[in-house]
């Protein structure tokens, strides 16, 4: 595997490094594939470096080259673009080309998440931006065409975690401890067989020992 290097500048929070070395200038294929290090200096000094794999880089638009639908590209202004066309011999951002955007780690927060289910071709990758949820976590997708399994590879910052899954699942009532894992008000629980939902907050009483508390659902 062919590797190049380069020194960030800076410290930047790992929640908002693909956004940060967008506005640093750097290289797309260092946004989308570095593994950080550090490079040993003189009198035992040490400086962090980003190495990045030639491998998995996303080209230079290419004048000469007739590009494919769902290619990408990216031009010297640091945006990268997708093909739109088969066929496309145009320029970015001309007809056929649509810049791809990184909206950020907040609005993907905000975002549906969907289960992240194995990639079977092309056709089906998940785009940068994309929302799963996957082994109870929420993860991003910060790749063009990420086919990457959300958890793994995680130096080459294929996928950003940005929280936990929401989960749906009802869960057996427990004896709560104290104020801080009483159920809240619209909490639901299995008790017994069946499901009840919470009608107060800072119930730390089961359905039985304090009815006015639950309704069964």
Known sequence: MKRGAMTPIGTMPQATVTENLRHQGCPVQVRWDF???????????????????????????????VYAKEETCWLN??????SEIDNN?????????????????T???EQEAKTWVPVT?????YKLGEVVEHSGKKYVS???ANSWEPGTLTYLNLWIEIGAAESNEILPW??????????QKGDRVLFEGKTYESLIDANVWSPTSYPQ?????
């Open 35 to 65: 593994k950080e290090e550090q490079q040993e200096l003189e009198e035992g000094q040490t400086q962090t470096v980003w190495t990045f794999a030639y491998d998995n880089m996303v080209e230079k638009w290419n004048r000469l080259k």
């Open 77 to 82: 202004n640091g945006k990268v673009y997708v």
């Open 89 to 105: 011999k145009n320029k970015p951002p001309q007809s056929g080309w649509k810049e791809i955007v990184f909206e950020g780690i």
């Open 107 to 109: 609005k993907a927060e």
């Open 121 to 125: 071709g092309a056709h089906d990758v």
């Open 142 to 144: 910060n790749h063009p």
């Open 174 to 183: 427990v004896q709560p401890t104290g104020a801080h894992d009483a159920y």
């Open 213 to 217: 508390g639950w309704k069964e659902i």
